[in-house]
């Protein structure tokens, strides 16, 4: 196996829990599983981090998968209903910057970030973050604090309204940045 192929990410999704039924190998974004598969109920993810979504096109609430083993994930992590999307994150090992802003469009207060937040309400006396920029890195945002919640996967850009990305009525109250130790 290539060095290039050896870091590539890859997880394998499973119709039945406890891996059985027909599977679906993925190593790259799959924005709509239905087409491989009928349902999604366990996975097993053998190297990198994906982010899955239970709505097709990356929408939906969002779970954070690392390498491991997910026999009957929707117990676990309390998810409603199968898996129907996938994205892949990258792995990064640079630097990590973050703007985030109380209210829409970059408006309100702005705070800049660089390491985790586990409660912007005590750190940055912030009650809301409803639009960021991420310049660099790969972060989670969790709408409680102390990394807990639901959960969003920002990659680089511009995040002007949160409400534009399927999570109405999401506040975020703690950050995370997506380590290259979780790979």
């Known amino acids: 196996m290539s060095a290039t192929n050896m870091n590539m990410s890859r997880i394998i999704f499973y119709e039945d829990r406890n891996f059985q039924g027909r599977s679906y190998d993925c190593s790259s974004d799959c924005a709509d599983l239905s087409s491989y598969l009928s349902r999604c109920h366990s996975c097993r993810v053998e190297r990198g981090c994906f982010m899955v979504y239970d709505r097709t096109n990356y929408m939906g609430n969002q779970y954070f998968m690392r390498r491991g083993e997910y026999a009957d994930y929707m117990s676990m992590m309390g998810m409603s209903d199968c898996i129907r ?25 702005m705070s800049e970030m660089m390491d985790d937040c586990d409660n912007i309400m005590d750190r940055y006396r912030m009650s809301n973050c409803m639009s960021c920029h991420v310049m660099d890195g790969h972060w989670l945002m969790y709408e409680q604090p102390h990394y807990r919640g639901r959960m969003m996967y920002m ?29």
Request: proline residues 4%; charged residues 30%; aromatic residues 16%.
């Open 85 to 109: 999307s996938c994205r892949m994150i990258p792995m990064y090992r640079g630097s990590y910057r973050m703007r985030i802003y109380e209210r829409e469009n970059f408006g309100g207060q």
């Open 155 to 183: 990659r680089p850009g511009e995040y002007r309204s949160f409400m534009n990305m399927g999570m109405d009525n999401m506040r975020f109250m703690s950050m995370r940045r997506i380590m290259d130790s979780y790979y």
